[in-house]
């Protein structure tokens, strides 16, 4: 699975909109873009995934750029309870199902 | 709908301890994992299985085992227990493992061996 990279961390007001970026370069033609988060300490969840076209469903949005190499996540009214680690996983292939977890993007959500 | 439940939810092992985790799902899921999260530390795979009766190596399978006799059961085996096995450890499942399908997790495991 291609390798992903995400900044530590990033700050948002509360009912403002959360967008977090997500590089993928290495990207492969059947590769997915997964988004899961992790809500101290809890099991992560499934967010959001996409392929080349841009997805919506009711907890976020997902842009992926034309050229497949990067990523945006978007909580569009960001609350207290969307502060968590937030992972961009790439996948497919023929990894069977093995996500790979990086380090993610720690999103603080401030009243 | 239970999802995927694993049990305990702590335990405290001594050094050289044995202790099985079990992660069951009732969702008739064909894959499942075993994850190992370490403090402020991503999740890395520790075994995972694509059905019954098969099962294979992830990443950190060092010190442990599994088995899976069963499409919903799927249990982590620690034989010996270690101070670098102190972890969460979170199952999950899915029913398609390629492409387009979401992974469901259970809620975790915290061991902390002394």
């Known amino acids: 699975d291609a390798k992903t990279t995400q900044p530590p961390s990033m700050d948002c007001a509360e009912g403002r909109a959360a967008n977090l970026p997500c590089n993928h370069s290495?990207?492969?033609?059947?590769?997915?873009v997964y988004w899961y988060r992790q809500i101290h300490s809890q099991g992560p969840q499934y967010i959001i995934h996409?392929?080349?076209n841009n997805e919506t469903n009711e907890m976020a949005s997902l842009i992926i750029t034309e050229d497949r190499k990067s990523s945006t996540l978007i909580l569009p009214h960001a609350t207290l309870r969307d502060t968590a680690v937030y992972y961009c996983?790439?996948?497919?292939?023929?990894?069977?199902?093995?996500?790979?977890f990086g380090q993610g993007t720690i999103l603080t959500v401030h009243p | 709908n239970a999802g995927v439940t694993q049990t305990p939810k702590f335990r405290i092992l001594k050094i050289g301890q044995s202790m099985t985790l079990q992660c069951a799902q009732d969702?008739?899921?064909?894959?499942m994992y075993w994850y190992r999260q370490d403090p402020g530390m991503g999740l890395k795979l520790i075994y995972y299985?694509?059905?019954?009766?098969?099962?294979d190596k992830g990443e950190v399978p060092n010190g442990y085992n599994v088995s899976r006799s069963t499409t919903e059961d799927f249990p982590l085996r620690l034989e010996l227990a270690a101070p670098s096995q102190t972890s969460v450890y979170f199952c999950?499942?899915?029913?398609?493992?390629?492409?387009?399908?979401?992974?469901?997790f259970g809620s975790g495991t915290r061991l902390t061996v002394v």
């Open positions: 996983i790439v996948h497919g292939g023929t990894s069977y199902g093995k996500l790979t």
């Open positions: 996409g392929l080349k």
């Open positions: 290495t990207i492969s033609g059947n590769e997915y």
């Open positions: 299985s694509v059905g019954a009766g098969i099962t």
């Open positions: 969702m008739n899921h064909n894959y």
């Open positions: 999950a499942s899915s029913y398609n493992a390629q492409i387009g399908q979401g992974y469901t």
